[in-house]
């Protein structure tokens, strides 16, 4: 029992030996490289490459050493020294970051002698010469030196002209820079020398203008002012003159423009002045509010009669208007009254309640289905609530019923009105469904089928107008469904939902802001209908009608992307990958940001490799499929082609095992569970196990070939290398260049290797092996 116990003790001894020696040999064979790695450097400041590439290798060893029980083992014994590999690296680091350091100050000193700041320079390379006293650094800090007391008159003579241009005396400070910039050229000299020119020019080109503005050639000043204007945007004064000049000829509009963000009273009292003469009373009065001079207070109570009496008369233009019958000028006398004053409930209730019904009764009399439309059309862009809305939808319908071409127009009215046909009074109180309300859903149905029937005869009329109506009808009832529920304010005017039609037909007459960047933004932008008919399923159209220019603002990029994305599936759809590529390509990044891309490229994709029969193409798709998702599908079947790529190079010695197996156990972290993957790289192992024992074989170690393949976890390496001896004895008996006893010790071997393989029982019992 004492003898089992120690033969135990002994071998795991030497099993511990064993895997000690192999990771001793691959930790030399790691610091071997950093060390030569290392000794390549030939001391260069201004290089670091060789220098980090031997620290990672250090690190390297460092990790192996504390990683490993088994060098951790040898380092207790002092076998290994894990200090050497720390000190070294810190030792490296140090080197580098002062090498970095010397990089910096050095290329910052020969920029600043580029620049001609010699003193700067002087300073850094004086700091790098501590770190590394090279004789180029030396030279450059002689370079530095000599030039110090030219840049020191140069500097001298820049403030002077500083002085001088603050002072106003532009020409003598011109005088006085030009010839120093001839001995020393710099840049903030040559851009001190350009702006007093221009200082120069513009001063000269401003006494000319206020000249001639004195003697009354409005005209003449005006552009003289401009010029100035072009020298300098910024001179404030000249915008105040072109302001005067501006009242001065009448041209009040011009006024406000000229003035725009200028700050002080003199801006704030002419922008009042013009707001007067435009009988802006309202903003005059903002304007002069600040202004604390006594006459402007004066002109400010004067500012309020005039308003009154403005007002009373307005009012009563107003009355006249409608006493006529000229209701047309009494709305528009009345929108002007609230633009001006404010609203005022008198007058707008006389408005909506009297004027505007009477418009729309007159208007609905005359059955003059166009003017009616344009008319109902107007009306809600100045109202914005649901009755003007409805009618302007009712006044389509039946314009497009008269004149087919108006049929897009009715499809933007009525599907805009769908959109909100729970907040239509005309359907909350139907005198024909007394005591019930009244079924929205189902009225919507029944409306888009009046539309639908519309649309439909057109196909056999003219084909393309037809397909144009579709895609817009489709754009609309997309959005419809997208948007109906969602609290857009974006894209609603007084709580009323704008479909994307409407949104752009009267882009410039409602109020608007600006997209956010959300995926139903897409349809409100000229890619809508395209996005539309993606999202329906019919990319091939969207692709014929998206627009072909670049998109600008967010939501278009998105739209554009979106569509593109569309593109490269529409593709493999038709089993076409390759031109799939290039939309891909474009939207890579953006991908995930489309609902279930990943799944449905999966789907597609998986599809398609049904089609390929090729290997070589097999590999080529399953590159871009994983490419572009990286999805475990994809990983799965990339990894799969590419451990049956490795086999066949294998199999024509295009490569070694050992790149095999590298490559392999790259594949494997694609997809660690792929059994033609794990299957390869267990079959290489088997071989390099093997090929290491046969190795030991040929160089007559015998006994620790024997031990390897004893302790192997592999059974067909025991197998083959106890094959290998019985086939060594059978060989040494038939030559009968063996020796029974040798003979008797490879069988026995095998025996060891292999204890109870059939195969080789008949030769154990042969030699009377149990």
């Given at each position: 029992?004492?003898i ?8 795991g001894?030497?099993f511990i ?11 030399t064979?790691?610091?071997?490289r ?12 201004l ?13 390297q ?7 490993s029980?088994?060098?951790q083992?040898?380092a207790?014994f ?15 680091d140090?080197?580098i ?23 700067l ?7 790098a ?8 650094i ?26 001088l241009?603050r ?5 003598l400070?011109?005088d006085?820079?030009k ?13 001190l020398l350009n ?5 120069f020019?513009?001063?000269q ?9 004195r ?7 005006k ?5 100035v204007?072009?020298?300098?945007p910024?001179?404030t004064?000249?915008q105040i003159?072109?302001?005067i000049?501006?009242?001065k ?8 423009s000229?003035?725009?963000?200028i ?29 604390l ?22 009012m ?6 409608v006493?006529?019958g ?17 609203v005022?409930p008198?007058?707008e ?11 729309e009764?007159?208007i ?5 289905w166009?003017?009616?439309t344009?008319t109902?059309e ?6 914005q ?9 009712v006044?389509s ?13 009715l ?5 805009t009105a769908?959109a909100?046909?729970d ?16 079924d929205?859903a189902q ?15 057109i196909?056999?009329?003219?084909l393309?107008r ?10 609309q ?6 948007t109906?529920n969602l ?5 609603r ?9 409407s ?27 395209a996005?539309?008919?993606c999202?329906?399923?019919d ?9 072909q ?18 593109e ?5 759809q038709?089993?076409n ?6 939309p891909?390509?474009?939207v890579?990044?953006e ?10 490229i999966d789907?597609l994709?998986?599809k ?19 490419d572009?998702v990286a999805?475990k ?40 569970t792929?059994?033609?993957?794990l ?8 071989v390099q196990?093997t090929n290491?024992?046969?190795d030991?074989?040929k ?10 393949a ?27 260049r063996s020796?029974?006893?040798e003979i ?7 025996q ?14 042969s030699?009377?092996?149990?």
């Amino acid at each position: 029992m004492l003898i089992l116990f120690l033969f135990v003790i002994i071998i795991g001894a030497i099993f511990i030996a064993i895997v000690i020696s192999s990771e001793l040999s691959k930790l030399t064979e790691i610091f071997n490289r950093a060390e030569a790695v290392k000794n390549q450097d030939r001391g260069n400041p201004l290089e670091r490459d060789r220098l980090e590439q031997s620290v990672k290798l250090y690190e390297q060893c460092n990790r192996l050493v504390m990683k490993s029980p088994w060098l951790q083992i040898a380092a207790n014994f002092k076998i290994v020294d894990k200090n050497t590999y720390l000190n070294t690296i810190t030792r490296l680091d140090r080197e580098i970051e002062r090498r970095q350091h010397f990089k910096v100050l050095y290329y910052q000193g020969k920029k600043q002698i580029d620049d001609k700041y010699f003193d700067l320079a002087l300073a850094n390379f004086s700091q790098a010469q501590q770190l590394f006293n090279t004789d180029e650094i030396a030279l450059l800090i002689i370079q530095c030196d000599s030039q110090l007391e030219v840049q020191k008159k140069y500097e001298l003579v820049l403030n002077r002209a500083k002085i001088l241009a603050r002072e106003g005396k532009f020409q003598l400070a011109v005088d006085l820079l030009k010839p120093t910039l001839i001995d020393f050229d710099r840049i903030d000299g040559a851009t001190l020398l350009n702006k007093l020119k221009q200082a120069f020019e513009a001063k000269q080109r401003f006494a000319k203008g206020l000249q001639l503005e004195r003697s009354g050639k409005l005209n003449d000043a005006k552009n003289y002012y401009q010029q100035v204007l072009d020298i300098a945007p910024d001179l404030t004064e000249c915008q105040i003159r072109l302001a005067i000049v501006a009242i001065k000829s009448g041209d009040v509009s011009e006024v406000l423009s000229y003035l725009d963000n200028i700050d002080g009273e003199r801006a704030a009292y002419l922008r009042g002045f013009a707001c007067v003469i435009q009988s802006n009373w309202r903003q005059a009065d903002k304007e002069w509010h600040s202004l604390l001079h006594p006459e402007v207070k004066s002109q400010r109570q004067h500012l309020k009669t005039l308003a009154r009496q403005d007002r009373l008369l307005t009012m009563q233009k107003i009355e006249q208007f409608v006493d006529d019958g000229d209701l047309d000028r009494a709305k528009q006398t009345s929108l002007q009254f609230i633009s001006k004053f404010g609203v005022d409930p008198l007058v707008e209730n006389n408005l909506y309640g009297h004027i505007q019904p009477l418009l729309e009764t007159h208007i609905w009399k005359t059955q003059d289905w166009s003017l009616i439309t344009t008319t109902a059309e107007q009306f809600w862009l100045e109202s914005q609530d649901m009755s003007s809305l409805h009618n302007w939808a009712v006044a389509s319908y039946y314009q497009a019923h008269q004149d087919p071409d108006k049929i897009a127009d009715l499809i933007i009215a009525w599907s805009t009105a769908l959109a909100n046909i729970d907040r239509d009074p005309a359907l909350k109180d139907v005198p024909w469904f007394p005591n019930l309300p009244p079924d929205l859903a189902q009225i919507a149905i029944n409306l888009i089928e009046l539309l639908e029937k519309l649309i439909d005869p057109i196909k056999d009329k003219n084909l393309g107008r037809y397909l144009q109506l579709r895609d817009l009808y489709r754009w609309q009832i997309v959005a419809l469904h997208l948007t109906k529920n969602l609290p857009h304010t974006q894209v609603r005017v007084n709580q009323i939902l704008m479909l994307p039609g409407s949104y752009q037909r009267h882009a410039h007459t409602l109020p608007q802001s600006e997209l956010p960047d959300e995926s139903w933004c897409r349809l409100y932008t000229n890619w809508g209908p395209a996005v539309a008919a993606c999202i329906e399923g019919d990319t091939n159209r969207g692709l014929q009608i998206q627009p072909q220019t670049k998109p600008v603002s967010v939501a278009e990029k998105s739209a554009k992307s979106f569509i593109t994305y569309h593109e490269g599936c529409y593709y493999l759809q038709q089993y076409n990958w390759r031109k799939a590529i290039e939309p891909f390509k474009q939207v890579r990044s953006e991908i995930n940001n489309f609902p279930k891309s990943i799944d449905e490229i999966d789907r597609l994709c998986g599809k398609q490799r049904q089609e390929i029969d090729k290997f070589e193409e097999h590999l080529e798709f399953a590159q871009f499929w994983y490419d572009l998702v990286a999805s475990k599908t994809a990983g799965s079947y990339l990894a799969e082609y590419k451990a049956m790529q490795v086999s066949g190079k294998l199999a024509e010695e295009q490569i070694t095992l050992n790149e095999g197996l590298n490559q392999l156990l790259q594949l494997k972290k694609i997809d660690d569970t792929n059994p033609v993957v794990l299957d390869t790289i267990d079959k290489i192992e088997i071989v390099q196990e093997t090929n290491n024992i046969i190795d030991l074989i040929k160089q007559n170690r015998l006994e620790e070939a024997v031990r390897r393949a004893k302790f192997s976890t592999r059974q067909e390496v025991k197998y083959r290398i106890a094959e290998i001896l019985i086939d060594a004895s059978i060989a040494g008996a038939r030559n009968r260049r063996s020796s029974r006893e040798e003979i008797l010790q490879l069988v026995s071997w095998a025996q060891e290797i292999c204890p109870y393989e059939p195969t080789f029982m008949e030769v154990y019992h042969s030699l009377g092996l149990n």
